[in-house]
């Protein structure tokens, strides 16, 4: 990775999704999306989706993979992982990066180690992988930022990214679908609406929840 330096050009820092795996669920097909952020300091690929297909993803989701390493993906030039959870859906492609830092929350990493059917414990206990177990928020480099958001798990975390204006947040399964940031119920969700992004980027849809400004007003509108 290259040296840090002070961000002087935040809107450098770009975050692409890809599609690695669809899943059934209730008759409709849910995507998988890892999303990478190029920054002046390093590639950073925030959760790894599936790349091989398990009994448990099989019963449960009749998944279809697309895995980043079938793709046509530079996988060497990823620096830095990060993983919001660690769900199955989230890690089965940690074995890609072994000995670069992964990090996650100290409370996620504990649970997925400690509790029974919390995730494919062999994905997410690769050989070789580097944890990098953080407790709380982190700057991971200048313009991104790693931040506790509880809820889909206790040790979920969400990313924000400073693009120059509002921020952008790569938020896992913090958020499910757009209904949960358009009335937020959770301690995760609260917090990324609170941030007052642009763009929030969830791994179960396509295209970024965007949150619409309010109207405003034009000569002669009152308030009673």
């Not at 449960?60 to 830095?80: C, M, N, T, W």
């Not at 400690?114 to 709380?136: H, K, M, N, S």
């Not at 509002?166 to 679908?177: F, K, L, M, N, Y």
Request: net charge negative; with cysteine; hydrophobic share 40%.
């Amino acid at each position: 990775m290259k040296s840090p330096r002070p961000m002087d050009a935040e809107a450098a820092i770009t975050v692409t999704p890809i599609v690695v795996a669809d899943l059934h669920v209730e008759g409709e097909v849910m995507p998988v999306c890892v999303h990478v952020i190029d920054h002046p300091d390093g590639r950073v690929l925030v959760d790894t989706g599936m790349t091989e297909l398990h009994p448990a993803v099989v019963a449960a989701f009749e998944p279809r993979l697309y895995p980043l390493s079938e793709q046509d993906f530079d996988v060497a030039g990823i620096d830095i992982v990060v993983n919001t959870h660690l769900h199955a859906d989230h890690c089965g492609g940690n074995h890609l990066f072994a000995g670069r830092p992964i990090y996650v929350q100290r409370r996620e990493l504990d649970d997925a180690r400690r509790e029974e059917g919390y995730t494919i414990r062999e994905w997410a206990d690769a050989p070789d992988l580097r944890y990098v177990a953080i407790d709380g928020e982190l700057e991971l480099l200048p313009g991104i930022r790693l931040v506790p958001a509880p809820g889909h798990t206790p040790g979920s975390q969400v990313v924000v990214v400073e693009t120059g204006g509002r921020p952008d947040v790569i938020c896992g399964d913090t958020a499910v679908w757009f209904g949960e940031l358009d009335e937020p119920l959770t301690e995760g969700q609260r917090l990324i609406r609170a941030l007052d992004p642009e763009k929030v980027w969830l791994a179960h849809v396509r295209e970024p929840w965007r949150s619409t400004p309010p109207t405003p007003k034009t000569t002669g509108d009152f308030e009673s």
